[in-house]
């Protein structure tokens, strides 16, 4: 049924600029909307989980917990066990760029100097929110649960 709209345009008459058959206007319509969807196609095996290495560096960086900042090797590897991530040239080129993107933006900072570890800035540390003291809830000694 791949037939192309020439090849429909053959088979049937065109009368007033209207085909007479709605299947083959169906069918042409799906097949413009393949030729759309597969023009550029993403290719590679997790083309469809892809996630910014941004956020992955992030990520990274909270889940390793180094008080003085993550190594770049420590990030890396981290990166390459957690998301699957070949061990090439160009993983490490976006690795690199991730990173100096994320310093420009003020996501990242190098305490010690260019060579040295990574850290996040304040603002972009996930917080754990606390509840206020008015809604705390507290077990009471007979079972109950009451607030403060």
Do not use: C, W
Request: charged content about 30%; overall charge positive.
């Amino acid at each position: 049924m791949d037939l192309h709209f020439a090849q429909f345009y053959h088979q049937k008459k065109l009368i007033n600029n209207e085909i007479e058959d709605l299947e083959i206007l169906s069918l042409y319509q799906k097949q413009q909307e393949k030729f759309v969807k597969n023009k550029n196609p993403v290719k590679g095996d997790n083309a469809a989980n892809k996630v910014k290495y941004e956020i992955m560096v992030r990520d990274a960086i909270i889940a390793l917990k180094e008080p003085n900042g993550s190594l770049r090797q420590a990030i890396k590897d981290f990166l390459i066990n957690t998301y699957k991530l070949p061990d090439r040239s160009s993983t490490n080129k976006r690795f690199r760029m991730a990173i100096n993107k994320g310093i420009e933006k003020g996501i990242f900072y190098l305490p010690a100097g260019p060579k040295g570890p990574v850290k996040l800035t304040n603002e972009h540390k996930i917080k754990k929110e606390e509840p206020d003291n008015e809604e705390l809830l507290v077990s009471l000694s007979n079972g109950q649960r009451g607030t403060i």
